[in-house]
């Protein structure tokens, strides 16, 4: 009886061009792991280094200190806006919530304080405050001597290296010179060749400043050329400057002078001086008028 079934039903596929395909089975390829992937797998998560974490900021150029000039906003509440210097204590008063202390907080960090104590204190629902700080008084650097703009200036992110408050103060003047005395409030002092470090490309010496620090320009050293020049003066003193070279700088001989007979008072003595002689500092070249 099952053949008869098979049979005939082998004879109706075959009438009606039926065909019954075989199933088909999906090729899986396998891959062998490379060199570097089973050198990954293989390893143990303490052997594989994981990536730098940011460096945390430095704050102490921002933090707020005893004297600073502050503002203090809270959005849509502008009656609550308060100026203030921060007090000897290290506080500020602020409208309801009292005296805060604030020296060593940076101004966001004092905004999210004084938002706390009014959000806590039901006094404004889900402030936001906003600190700006007007004036920095509590650290400042002096700079004196020889730079266009004397004065103390705001120790912040500008001005932390030597070479940049100089750049605030305006740059060396004409008559000062590249020797730089740094002096801390604790006594110590820094001699700075600004000319040298720039020479040997060593930016050691391009010393961060702390607050308090005192920065003083030296007065370059000067060598007086008069008589018969064209622009007598006063004139700095470059390394292994000669004669020639300070009459140069001022305007080099006049019609009138004469190469023969150059005198320099040295230290209260006068000497003759040839154009290839080395000038010392505070020498006092005379060119004589020519007699021909």
């Known amino acids: 009886m099952k053949n008869r079934l098979s049979n005939s039903i082998a004879i109706l596929l075959a009438v009606s061009g039926t065909a019954i395909a075989a199933p088909t089975v999906a090729s899986l390829t396998v891959t062998q792991p490379t060199a570097a992937a089973s050198t990954i797998a293989a390893a143990s998560p303490s052997t594989i280094t994981p990536?730098?974490?940011?460096?945390?900021?430095?704050?102490?150029?921002?933090?707020?200190?005893?004297?600073?000039?502050v503002r203090v906003t809270v959005f849509r509440n502008p009656e609550l806006t308060t100026e203030g210097r921060v007090s000897e204590r290290g506080t500020i008063l602020f409208p309801m919530i009292g005296e805060v202390n604030i020296v060593g907080l940076t101004p966001s960090q004092a905004g999210q304080m004084i938002a706390d104590k009014l959000r806590s204190g039901k006094y404004v629902v889900n402030p936001e405050v906003t600190v700006s700080l007007g004036q920095v008084n509590s650290r400042q650097v002096s700079i004196l001597g020889n730079v266009t703009k004397p004065g103390r200036y705001p120790l912040d992110s500008q001005n932390v290296k030597l070479t940049d408050l100089i750049a605030t103060a305006g740059g060396i003047t004409a008559t000062g010179s590249n020797q730089i005395t740094v002096v801390s409030t604790n006594g110590t002092k820094n001699d700075v060749d600004l000319a040298g470090m720039f020479r040997?490309?060593?930016?050691?010496?391009?010393?961060?400043?702390?607050?308090?620090?005192t920065v003083y320009v030296h007065k370059a050293p000067m060598v007086y050329v008069y008589g018969e020049v064209n622009k007598g003066g006063a004139y700095p003193i470059e390394p292994s400057m000669t004669v020639m070279q300070a009459i140069a700088l001022g305007g080099g001989i006049s019609p009138r002078g004469t190469q023969?007979?150059?005198?320099?008072?040295?230290?209260?003595?006068?000497?003759?001086?040839g154009l290839g002689d080395p000038v010392q500092p505070d020498d006092v070249i005379y060119v004589k008028e020519s007699l021909f």
């Not at 023969?260 to 001086?273: D, P, Q, V």
């Open 51 to 69: 990536a730098a974490e940011p460096q945390q900021a430095d704050l102490r150029l921002e933090a707020l200190g005893m004297g600073d000039m």
């Open 200 to 213: 040997s490309g060593d930016l050691s010496k391009n010393v961060s400043l702390q607050p308090g620090d």
């Open 260 to 273: 023969r007979g150059i005198k320099i008072t040295r230290a209260g003595n006068g000497i003759n001086a």
